[in-house]
């Protein structure tokens, strides 16, 4: 089966770290970029980070940058969203996604999506 999981949510109080990861089953990760996204309640999905196939290129929204680190383990075929400084605006449903090009903080033509992991900041 094709997949990928996220893992690592939870709450979490305002200031605090998280580190998400996503692993892939079934295919190889090095073949896409890999987004982040989140979705709030009661918004839409928005992009917050892309890493290249290789790593060596990454990008972030701007109301993450400096808090949140994406980076990627090919040979654990496992990519990962390190979080700190965490804001109770960072609360939302996380999910990456297997893509074919970032476009800056955001992947496109997305081929594989995982199902999320929640995140809530809280005091």
């Known amino acids: 089966q094709l997949q990928l999981v996220e893992s690592g949510g939870g709450l979490v109080q305002p200031g605090g770290s998280l580190k998400l990861s996503c692993a892939a089953s079934g295919f190889t990760l090095d073949y896409y970029v890999i987004g982040w996204f989140r979705q709030a309640p009661g918004k839409e999905r928005e992009g917050v980070s892309c890493i290249s196939r290789g790593g060596g290129s990454t990008d972030y929204a701007d109301s993450v940058k400096g808090r949140f680190t994406i980076s990627r383990d090919n040979a654990e075929n496992t990519v990962y969203l390190h979080i700190d400084s965490l804001k109770p605006e960072d609360t939302a449903v996380y999910y990456c996604?297997?893509?074919?090009?970032?476009?800056?903080?955001?992947?496109?033509?997305?081929?594989?999506w995982g199902q999320g992991t929640q995140v809530t900041v809280s005091s």
């Open positions: 996604a297997a893509a074919v090009r970032c476009s800056g903080y955001v992947a496109y033509d997305v081929e594989y």
